[in-house]
Nanobody, 119 residues
Framework: QVQLVESGGGLVQPGGSLRLSCVASGSNFNINTMGWYRQAPGKQRELVAS???????NYADSVKGRFTISRHNAKNTVYLQMNSLKPEDTAVYYC?????????????WGQGTQVTVSS
């Protein structure tokens, strides 16, 4: 069973920065696309950014130019560097990964980490 564990959330002032990390652990697996989603109170979960195993990235328009997604394939880790944070970035951020275990493909989610942008 592959598990995703996020870290790095917290409280930051507007204009500040945070770096989220997500590590995948388990045995006999390969990860395809990894991504970050977020869900604010009363809103639907939305894609923030994703990155393929080859390094191709995709960003929500609302975070382009401010957030950067990256990954370390050997460490099964994905990062989200968040700069110039705004109050509207406040949400629970979830790590997501497409995982191959043999011939079986599944989508895994982390437990979420809270990001609060407030003065």
């Amino acid at each position: 069973q592959v598990q995703l564990v996020e870290s790095g959330g917290g409280l930051v002032q507007p204009g500040g920065s945070l770096r989220l990390s997500c590590v995948a652990s388990g045995s006999n697996f390969n990860i395809n696309t990894m991504g970050w989603y977020r869900q604010a109170p009363g809103k639907q979960r939305e894609l923030v950014a994703s990155i393929t195993s080859g390094g191709s990235t995709n960003y929500a328009d609302s975070v382009k130019g401010r957030f950067t997604i990256s990954r370390h394939n050997a460490k099964n880790t994905v990062y989200l560097q968040m700069n110039s944070l705004k109050p509207e970035d406040t949400a629970v951020y979830y790590c997501n990964a497409g995982v191959w275990s043999g011939s079986f493909y599944s989508t895994r989610w982390g437990q979420g980490t809270q990001v609060t942008v407030s003065s």
